[in-house]
């Protein structure tokens, strides 16, 4: 607040002064008050009116400026109150109760809306526990029905692939599933993340285990290259579970967008980087499908974005990449994706060697 604003609001009040001023002023001259003692009293009434317009400004521009200031320093805008001090005029605490109250009632609303969303987000994890049972046993009971020597009678061969287009079907909708539950979860890290060091063999084999059949059922060869990296004992620090689920994401999506006519391929890469002070264990996962193109690469990350692909390839829901970089933030990993339009992706994730808690 300036000085020069604060004169414009208390204009009406300055010229109501003024005139007052002019009528004693008159008054006094005209009583034949002498010259000496007019000048002194309109001096004496000039000074009060300074002063108490000096003293007004002054407090009422502490506090109001802080009160801007703290607002846009603060991350959270409405715990500004707690920066200040009591202003000492009738105004600022007129103010400071009516913010005091607008925060209150917004704390409780958004404690309420919390609780709804914690409240739906316990019963959407408790009924995707619920239905992966029965997807379960229907994956299991097609999977057997595929393997004609689990079961006595004969399958024809064409029942056998309906068979197996029905479990690939299943296996998409679980997928989609867990996608929903690693969502729902990733908004409670503090709950179910466990970071600690994990062998990076671990990962890639677990990886290996948990998707191998989706990868066999779409053709798909499955190849590591380690280069440097001795993945026995090369440890970095991450949550095994979800970093599996992370590989898990960027396989289905190299099975999503195979290229047709070319023996479509998953490799995992891994490598070794010096980053200033720092041992970077680089985790990318690579294909040989259609690519991405060049004006999507830049987006490809964003909540729900298709892109080209996602419209005319397949119907794509924008949020499996998505959910890999917000996962890797939290588990304080990078990711990056590089791709060539009709030929290659490669999406990368870097994962530092030190502590996870010292990574904001």
Same mark, same amino acid.
């Given at each position: 607040m300036t000085?020069?604003?604060y ?9 109501t ?11 006094l001259i005209?009583?034949k008050?002498n010259?000496? =003692? ?11 009116e #300074?002063?108490?317009?000096i $003293?007004?400004?002054s407090?009422k521009?502490d506090?109001? +400026?802080g009160? %801007?200031k +703290?607002? /846009?320093?603060?991350?959270k805008?409405?715990l500004?109150?707690?920066?200040l ?20 009632? $917004? ?10 969303g914690?409240d739906?987000?316990?019963y959407?994890?408790?009924?995707i526990?619920?239905v992966k049972l ?11 029905? @595929?393997? *004609?020597e689990?079961? /006595?009678?004969?399958?024809p061969?064409?029942? %056998?692939? /309906?068979?197996?287009k029905?479990? =690939?079907?299943?296996?998409r ?10 969502? @729902? ?9 466990h970071?600690s060091k994990?062998?990076?063999?671990q990962?890639?084999?677990?990886? *290996?285990m ?5 990868l066999?059922d779409n053709?798909m060869n499955f $190849?590591?290259e380690t ?11 991450t949550?095994?579970?979800w ?8 396989i289905?999506?190299s099975i999503k967008?195979k290229?047709?006519?070319t023996?479509?391929?998953v ?10 002070? /720092? ?39 924008? $949020?499996? #990449?998505?959910i ?5 933030g939290?588990?304080g990993?990078d990711?990056?994706?590089?791709s060539e339009q009709?030929?290659w ?5 870097m ?10």
């Amino acid at each position: 607040m300036t000085f020069l604003k604060y004169l414009k609001d208390r204009s009406a009040q300055l010229i109501t002064s003024i005139i007052i001023f002019a009528i004693i002023i008159w008054l006094l001259i005209l009583f034949k008050l002498n010259v000496v =003692a007019v000048t002194l009293v309109a001096g004496l009434l000039i000074l009060y009116e #300074l002063i108490c317009l000096i $003293m007004d400004y002054s407090r009422k521009r502490d506090f109001y +400026n802080g009160l %801007i200031k +703290n607002s /846009e320093l603060l991350d959270k805008a409405y715990l500004v109150l707690e920066t200040l001090e009591k202003p000492g005029f009738l105004e600022g605490d007129l103010v400071c109760e009516a913010l005091y109250e607008i925060n209150k009632s $917004m704390a409780e609303n958004v404690a309420f809306f919390e609780k709804q969303g914690s409240d739906f987000a316990e019963y959407l994890e408790m009924w995707i526990h619920e239905v992966k049972l029965p997807l379960s046993a229907i994956s299991l009971k097609l999977h057997n029905l @595929v393997n *004609a020597e689990t079961v /006595e009678e004969s399958i024809p061969e064409t029942r %056998i692939d /309906e068979y197996k287009k029905l479990l =690939a079907e299943t296996r998409r909708v679980e997928g989609f599933i867990n996608q929903v539950l690693y969502y @729902v979860r990733s908004g409670t890290a503090e709950r179910d993340y466990h970071i600690s060091k994990v062998s990076l063999g671990q990962i890639i084999h677990e990886t *290996a285990m948990t998707y191998r059949e989706n990868l066999q059922d779409n053709n798909m060869n499955f $190849m590591i290259e380690t280069g440097d990296v001795d993945i026995g004992s090369t440890e970095v620090n991450t949550d095994q579970k979800w970093m599996v689920f992370i590989m898990g994401q960027l396989i289905a999506n190299s099975i999503k967008y195979k290229r047709d006519n070319t023996e479509p391929y998953v490799k995992i890469i891994t490598d070794k980087k010096k980053v200033g002070s /720092e041992d970077m264990i680089y985790l990318s996962v690579e294909d040989n499908g259609i690519g991405i193109p060049a004006e999507d690469l830049k987006r490809v990350f964003e909540k729900s974005f298709t892109g080209y692909n996602g419209q005319t390839r397949t119907r794509s829901t924008g $949020m499996g #990449l998505y959910i890999v970089k917000e996962l890797c933030g939290k588990l304080g990993h990078d990711v990056k994706i590089e791709s060539e339009q009709g030929s290659w992706t490669r999406v990368t994730i870097m994962m530092k060697n030190n502590d996870y808690y010292g990574v904001v």
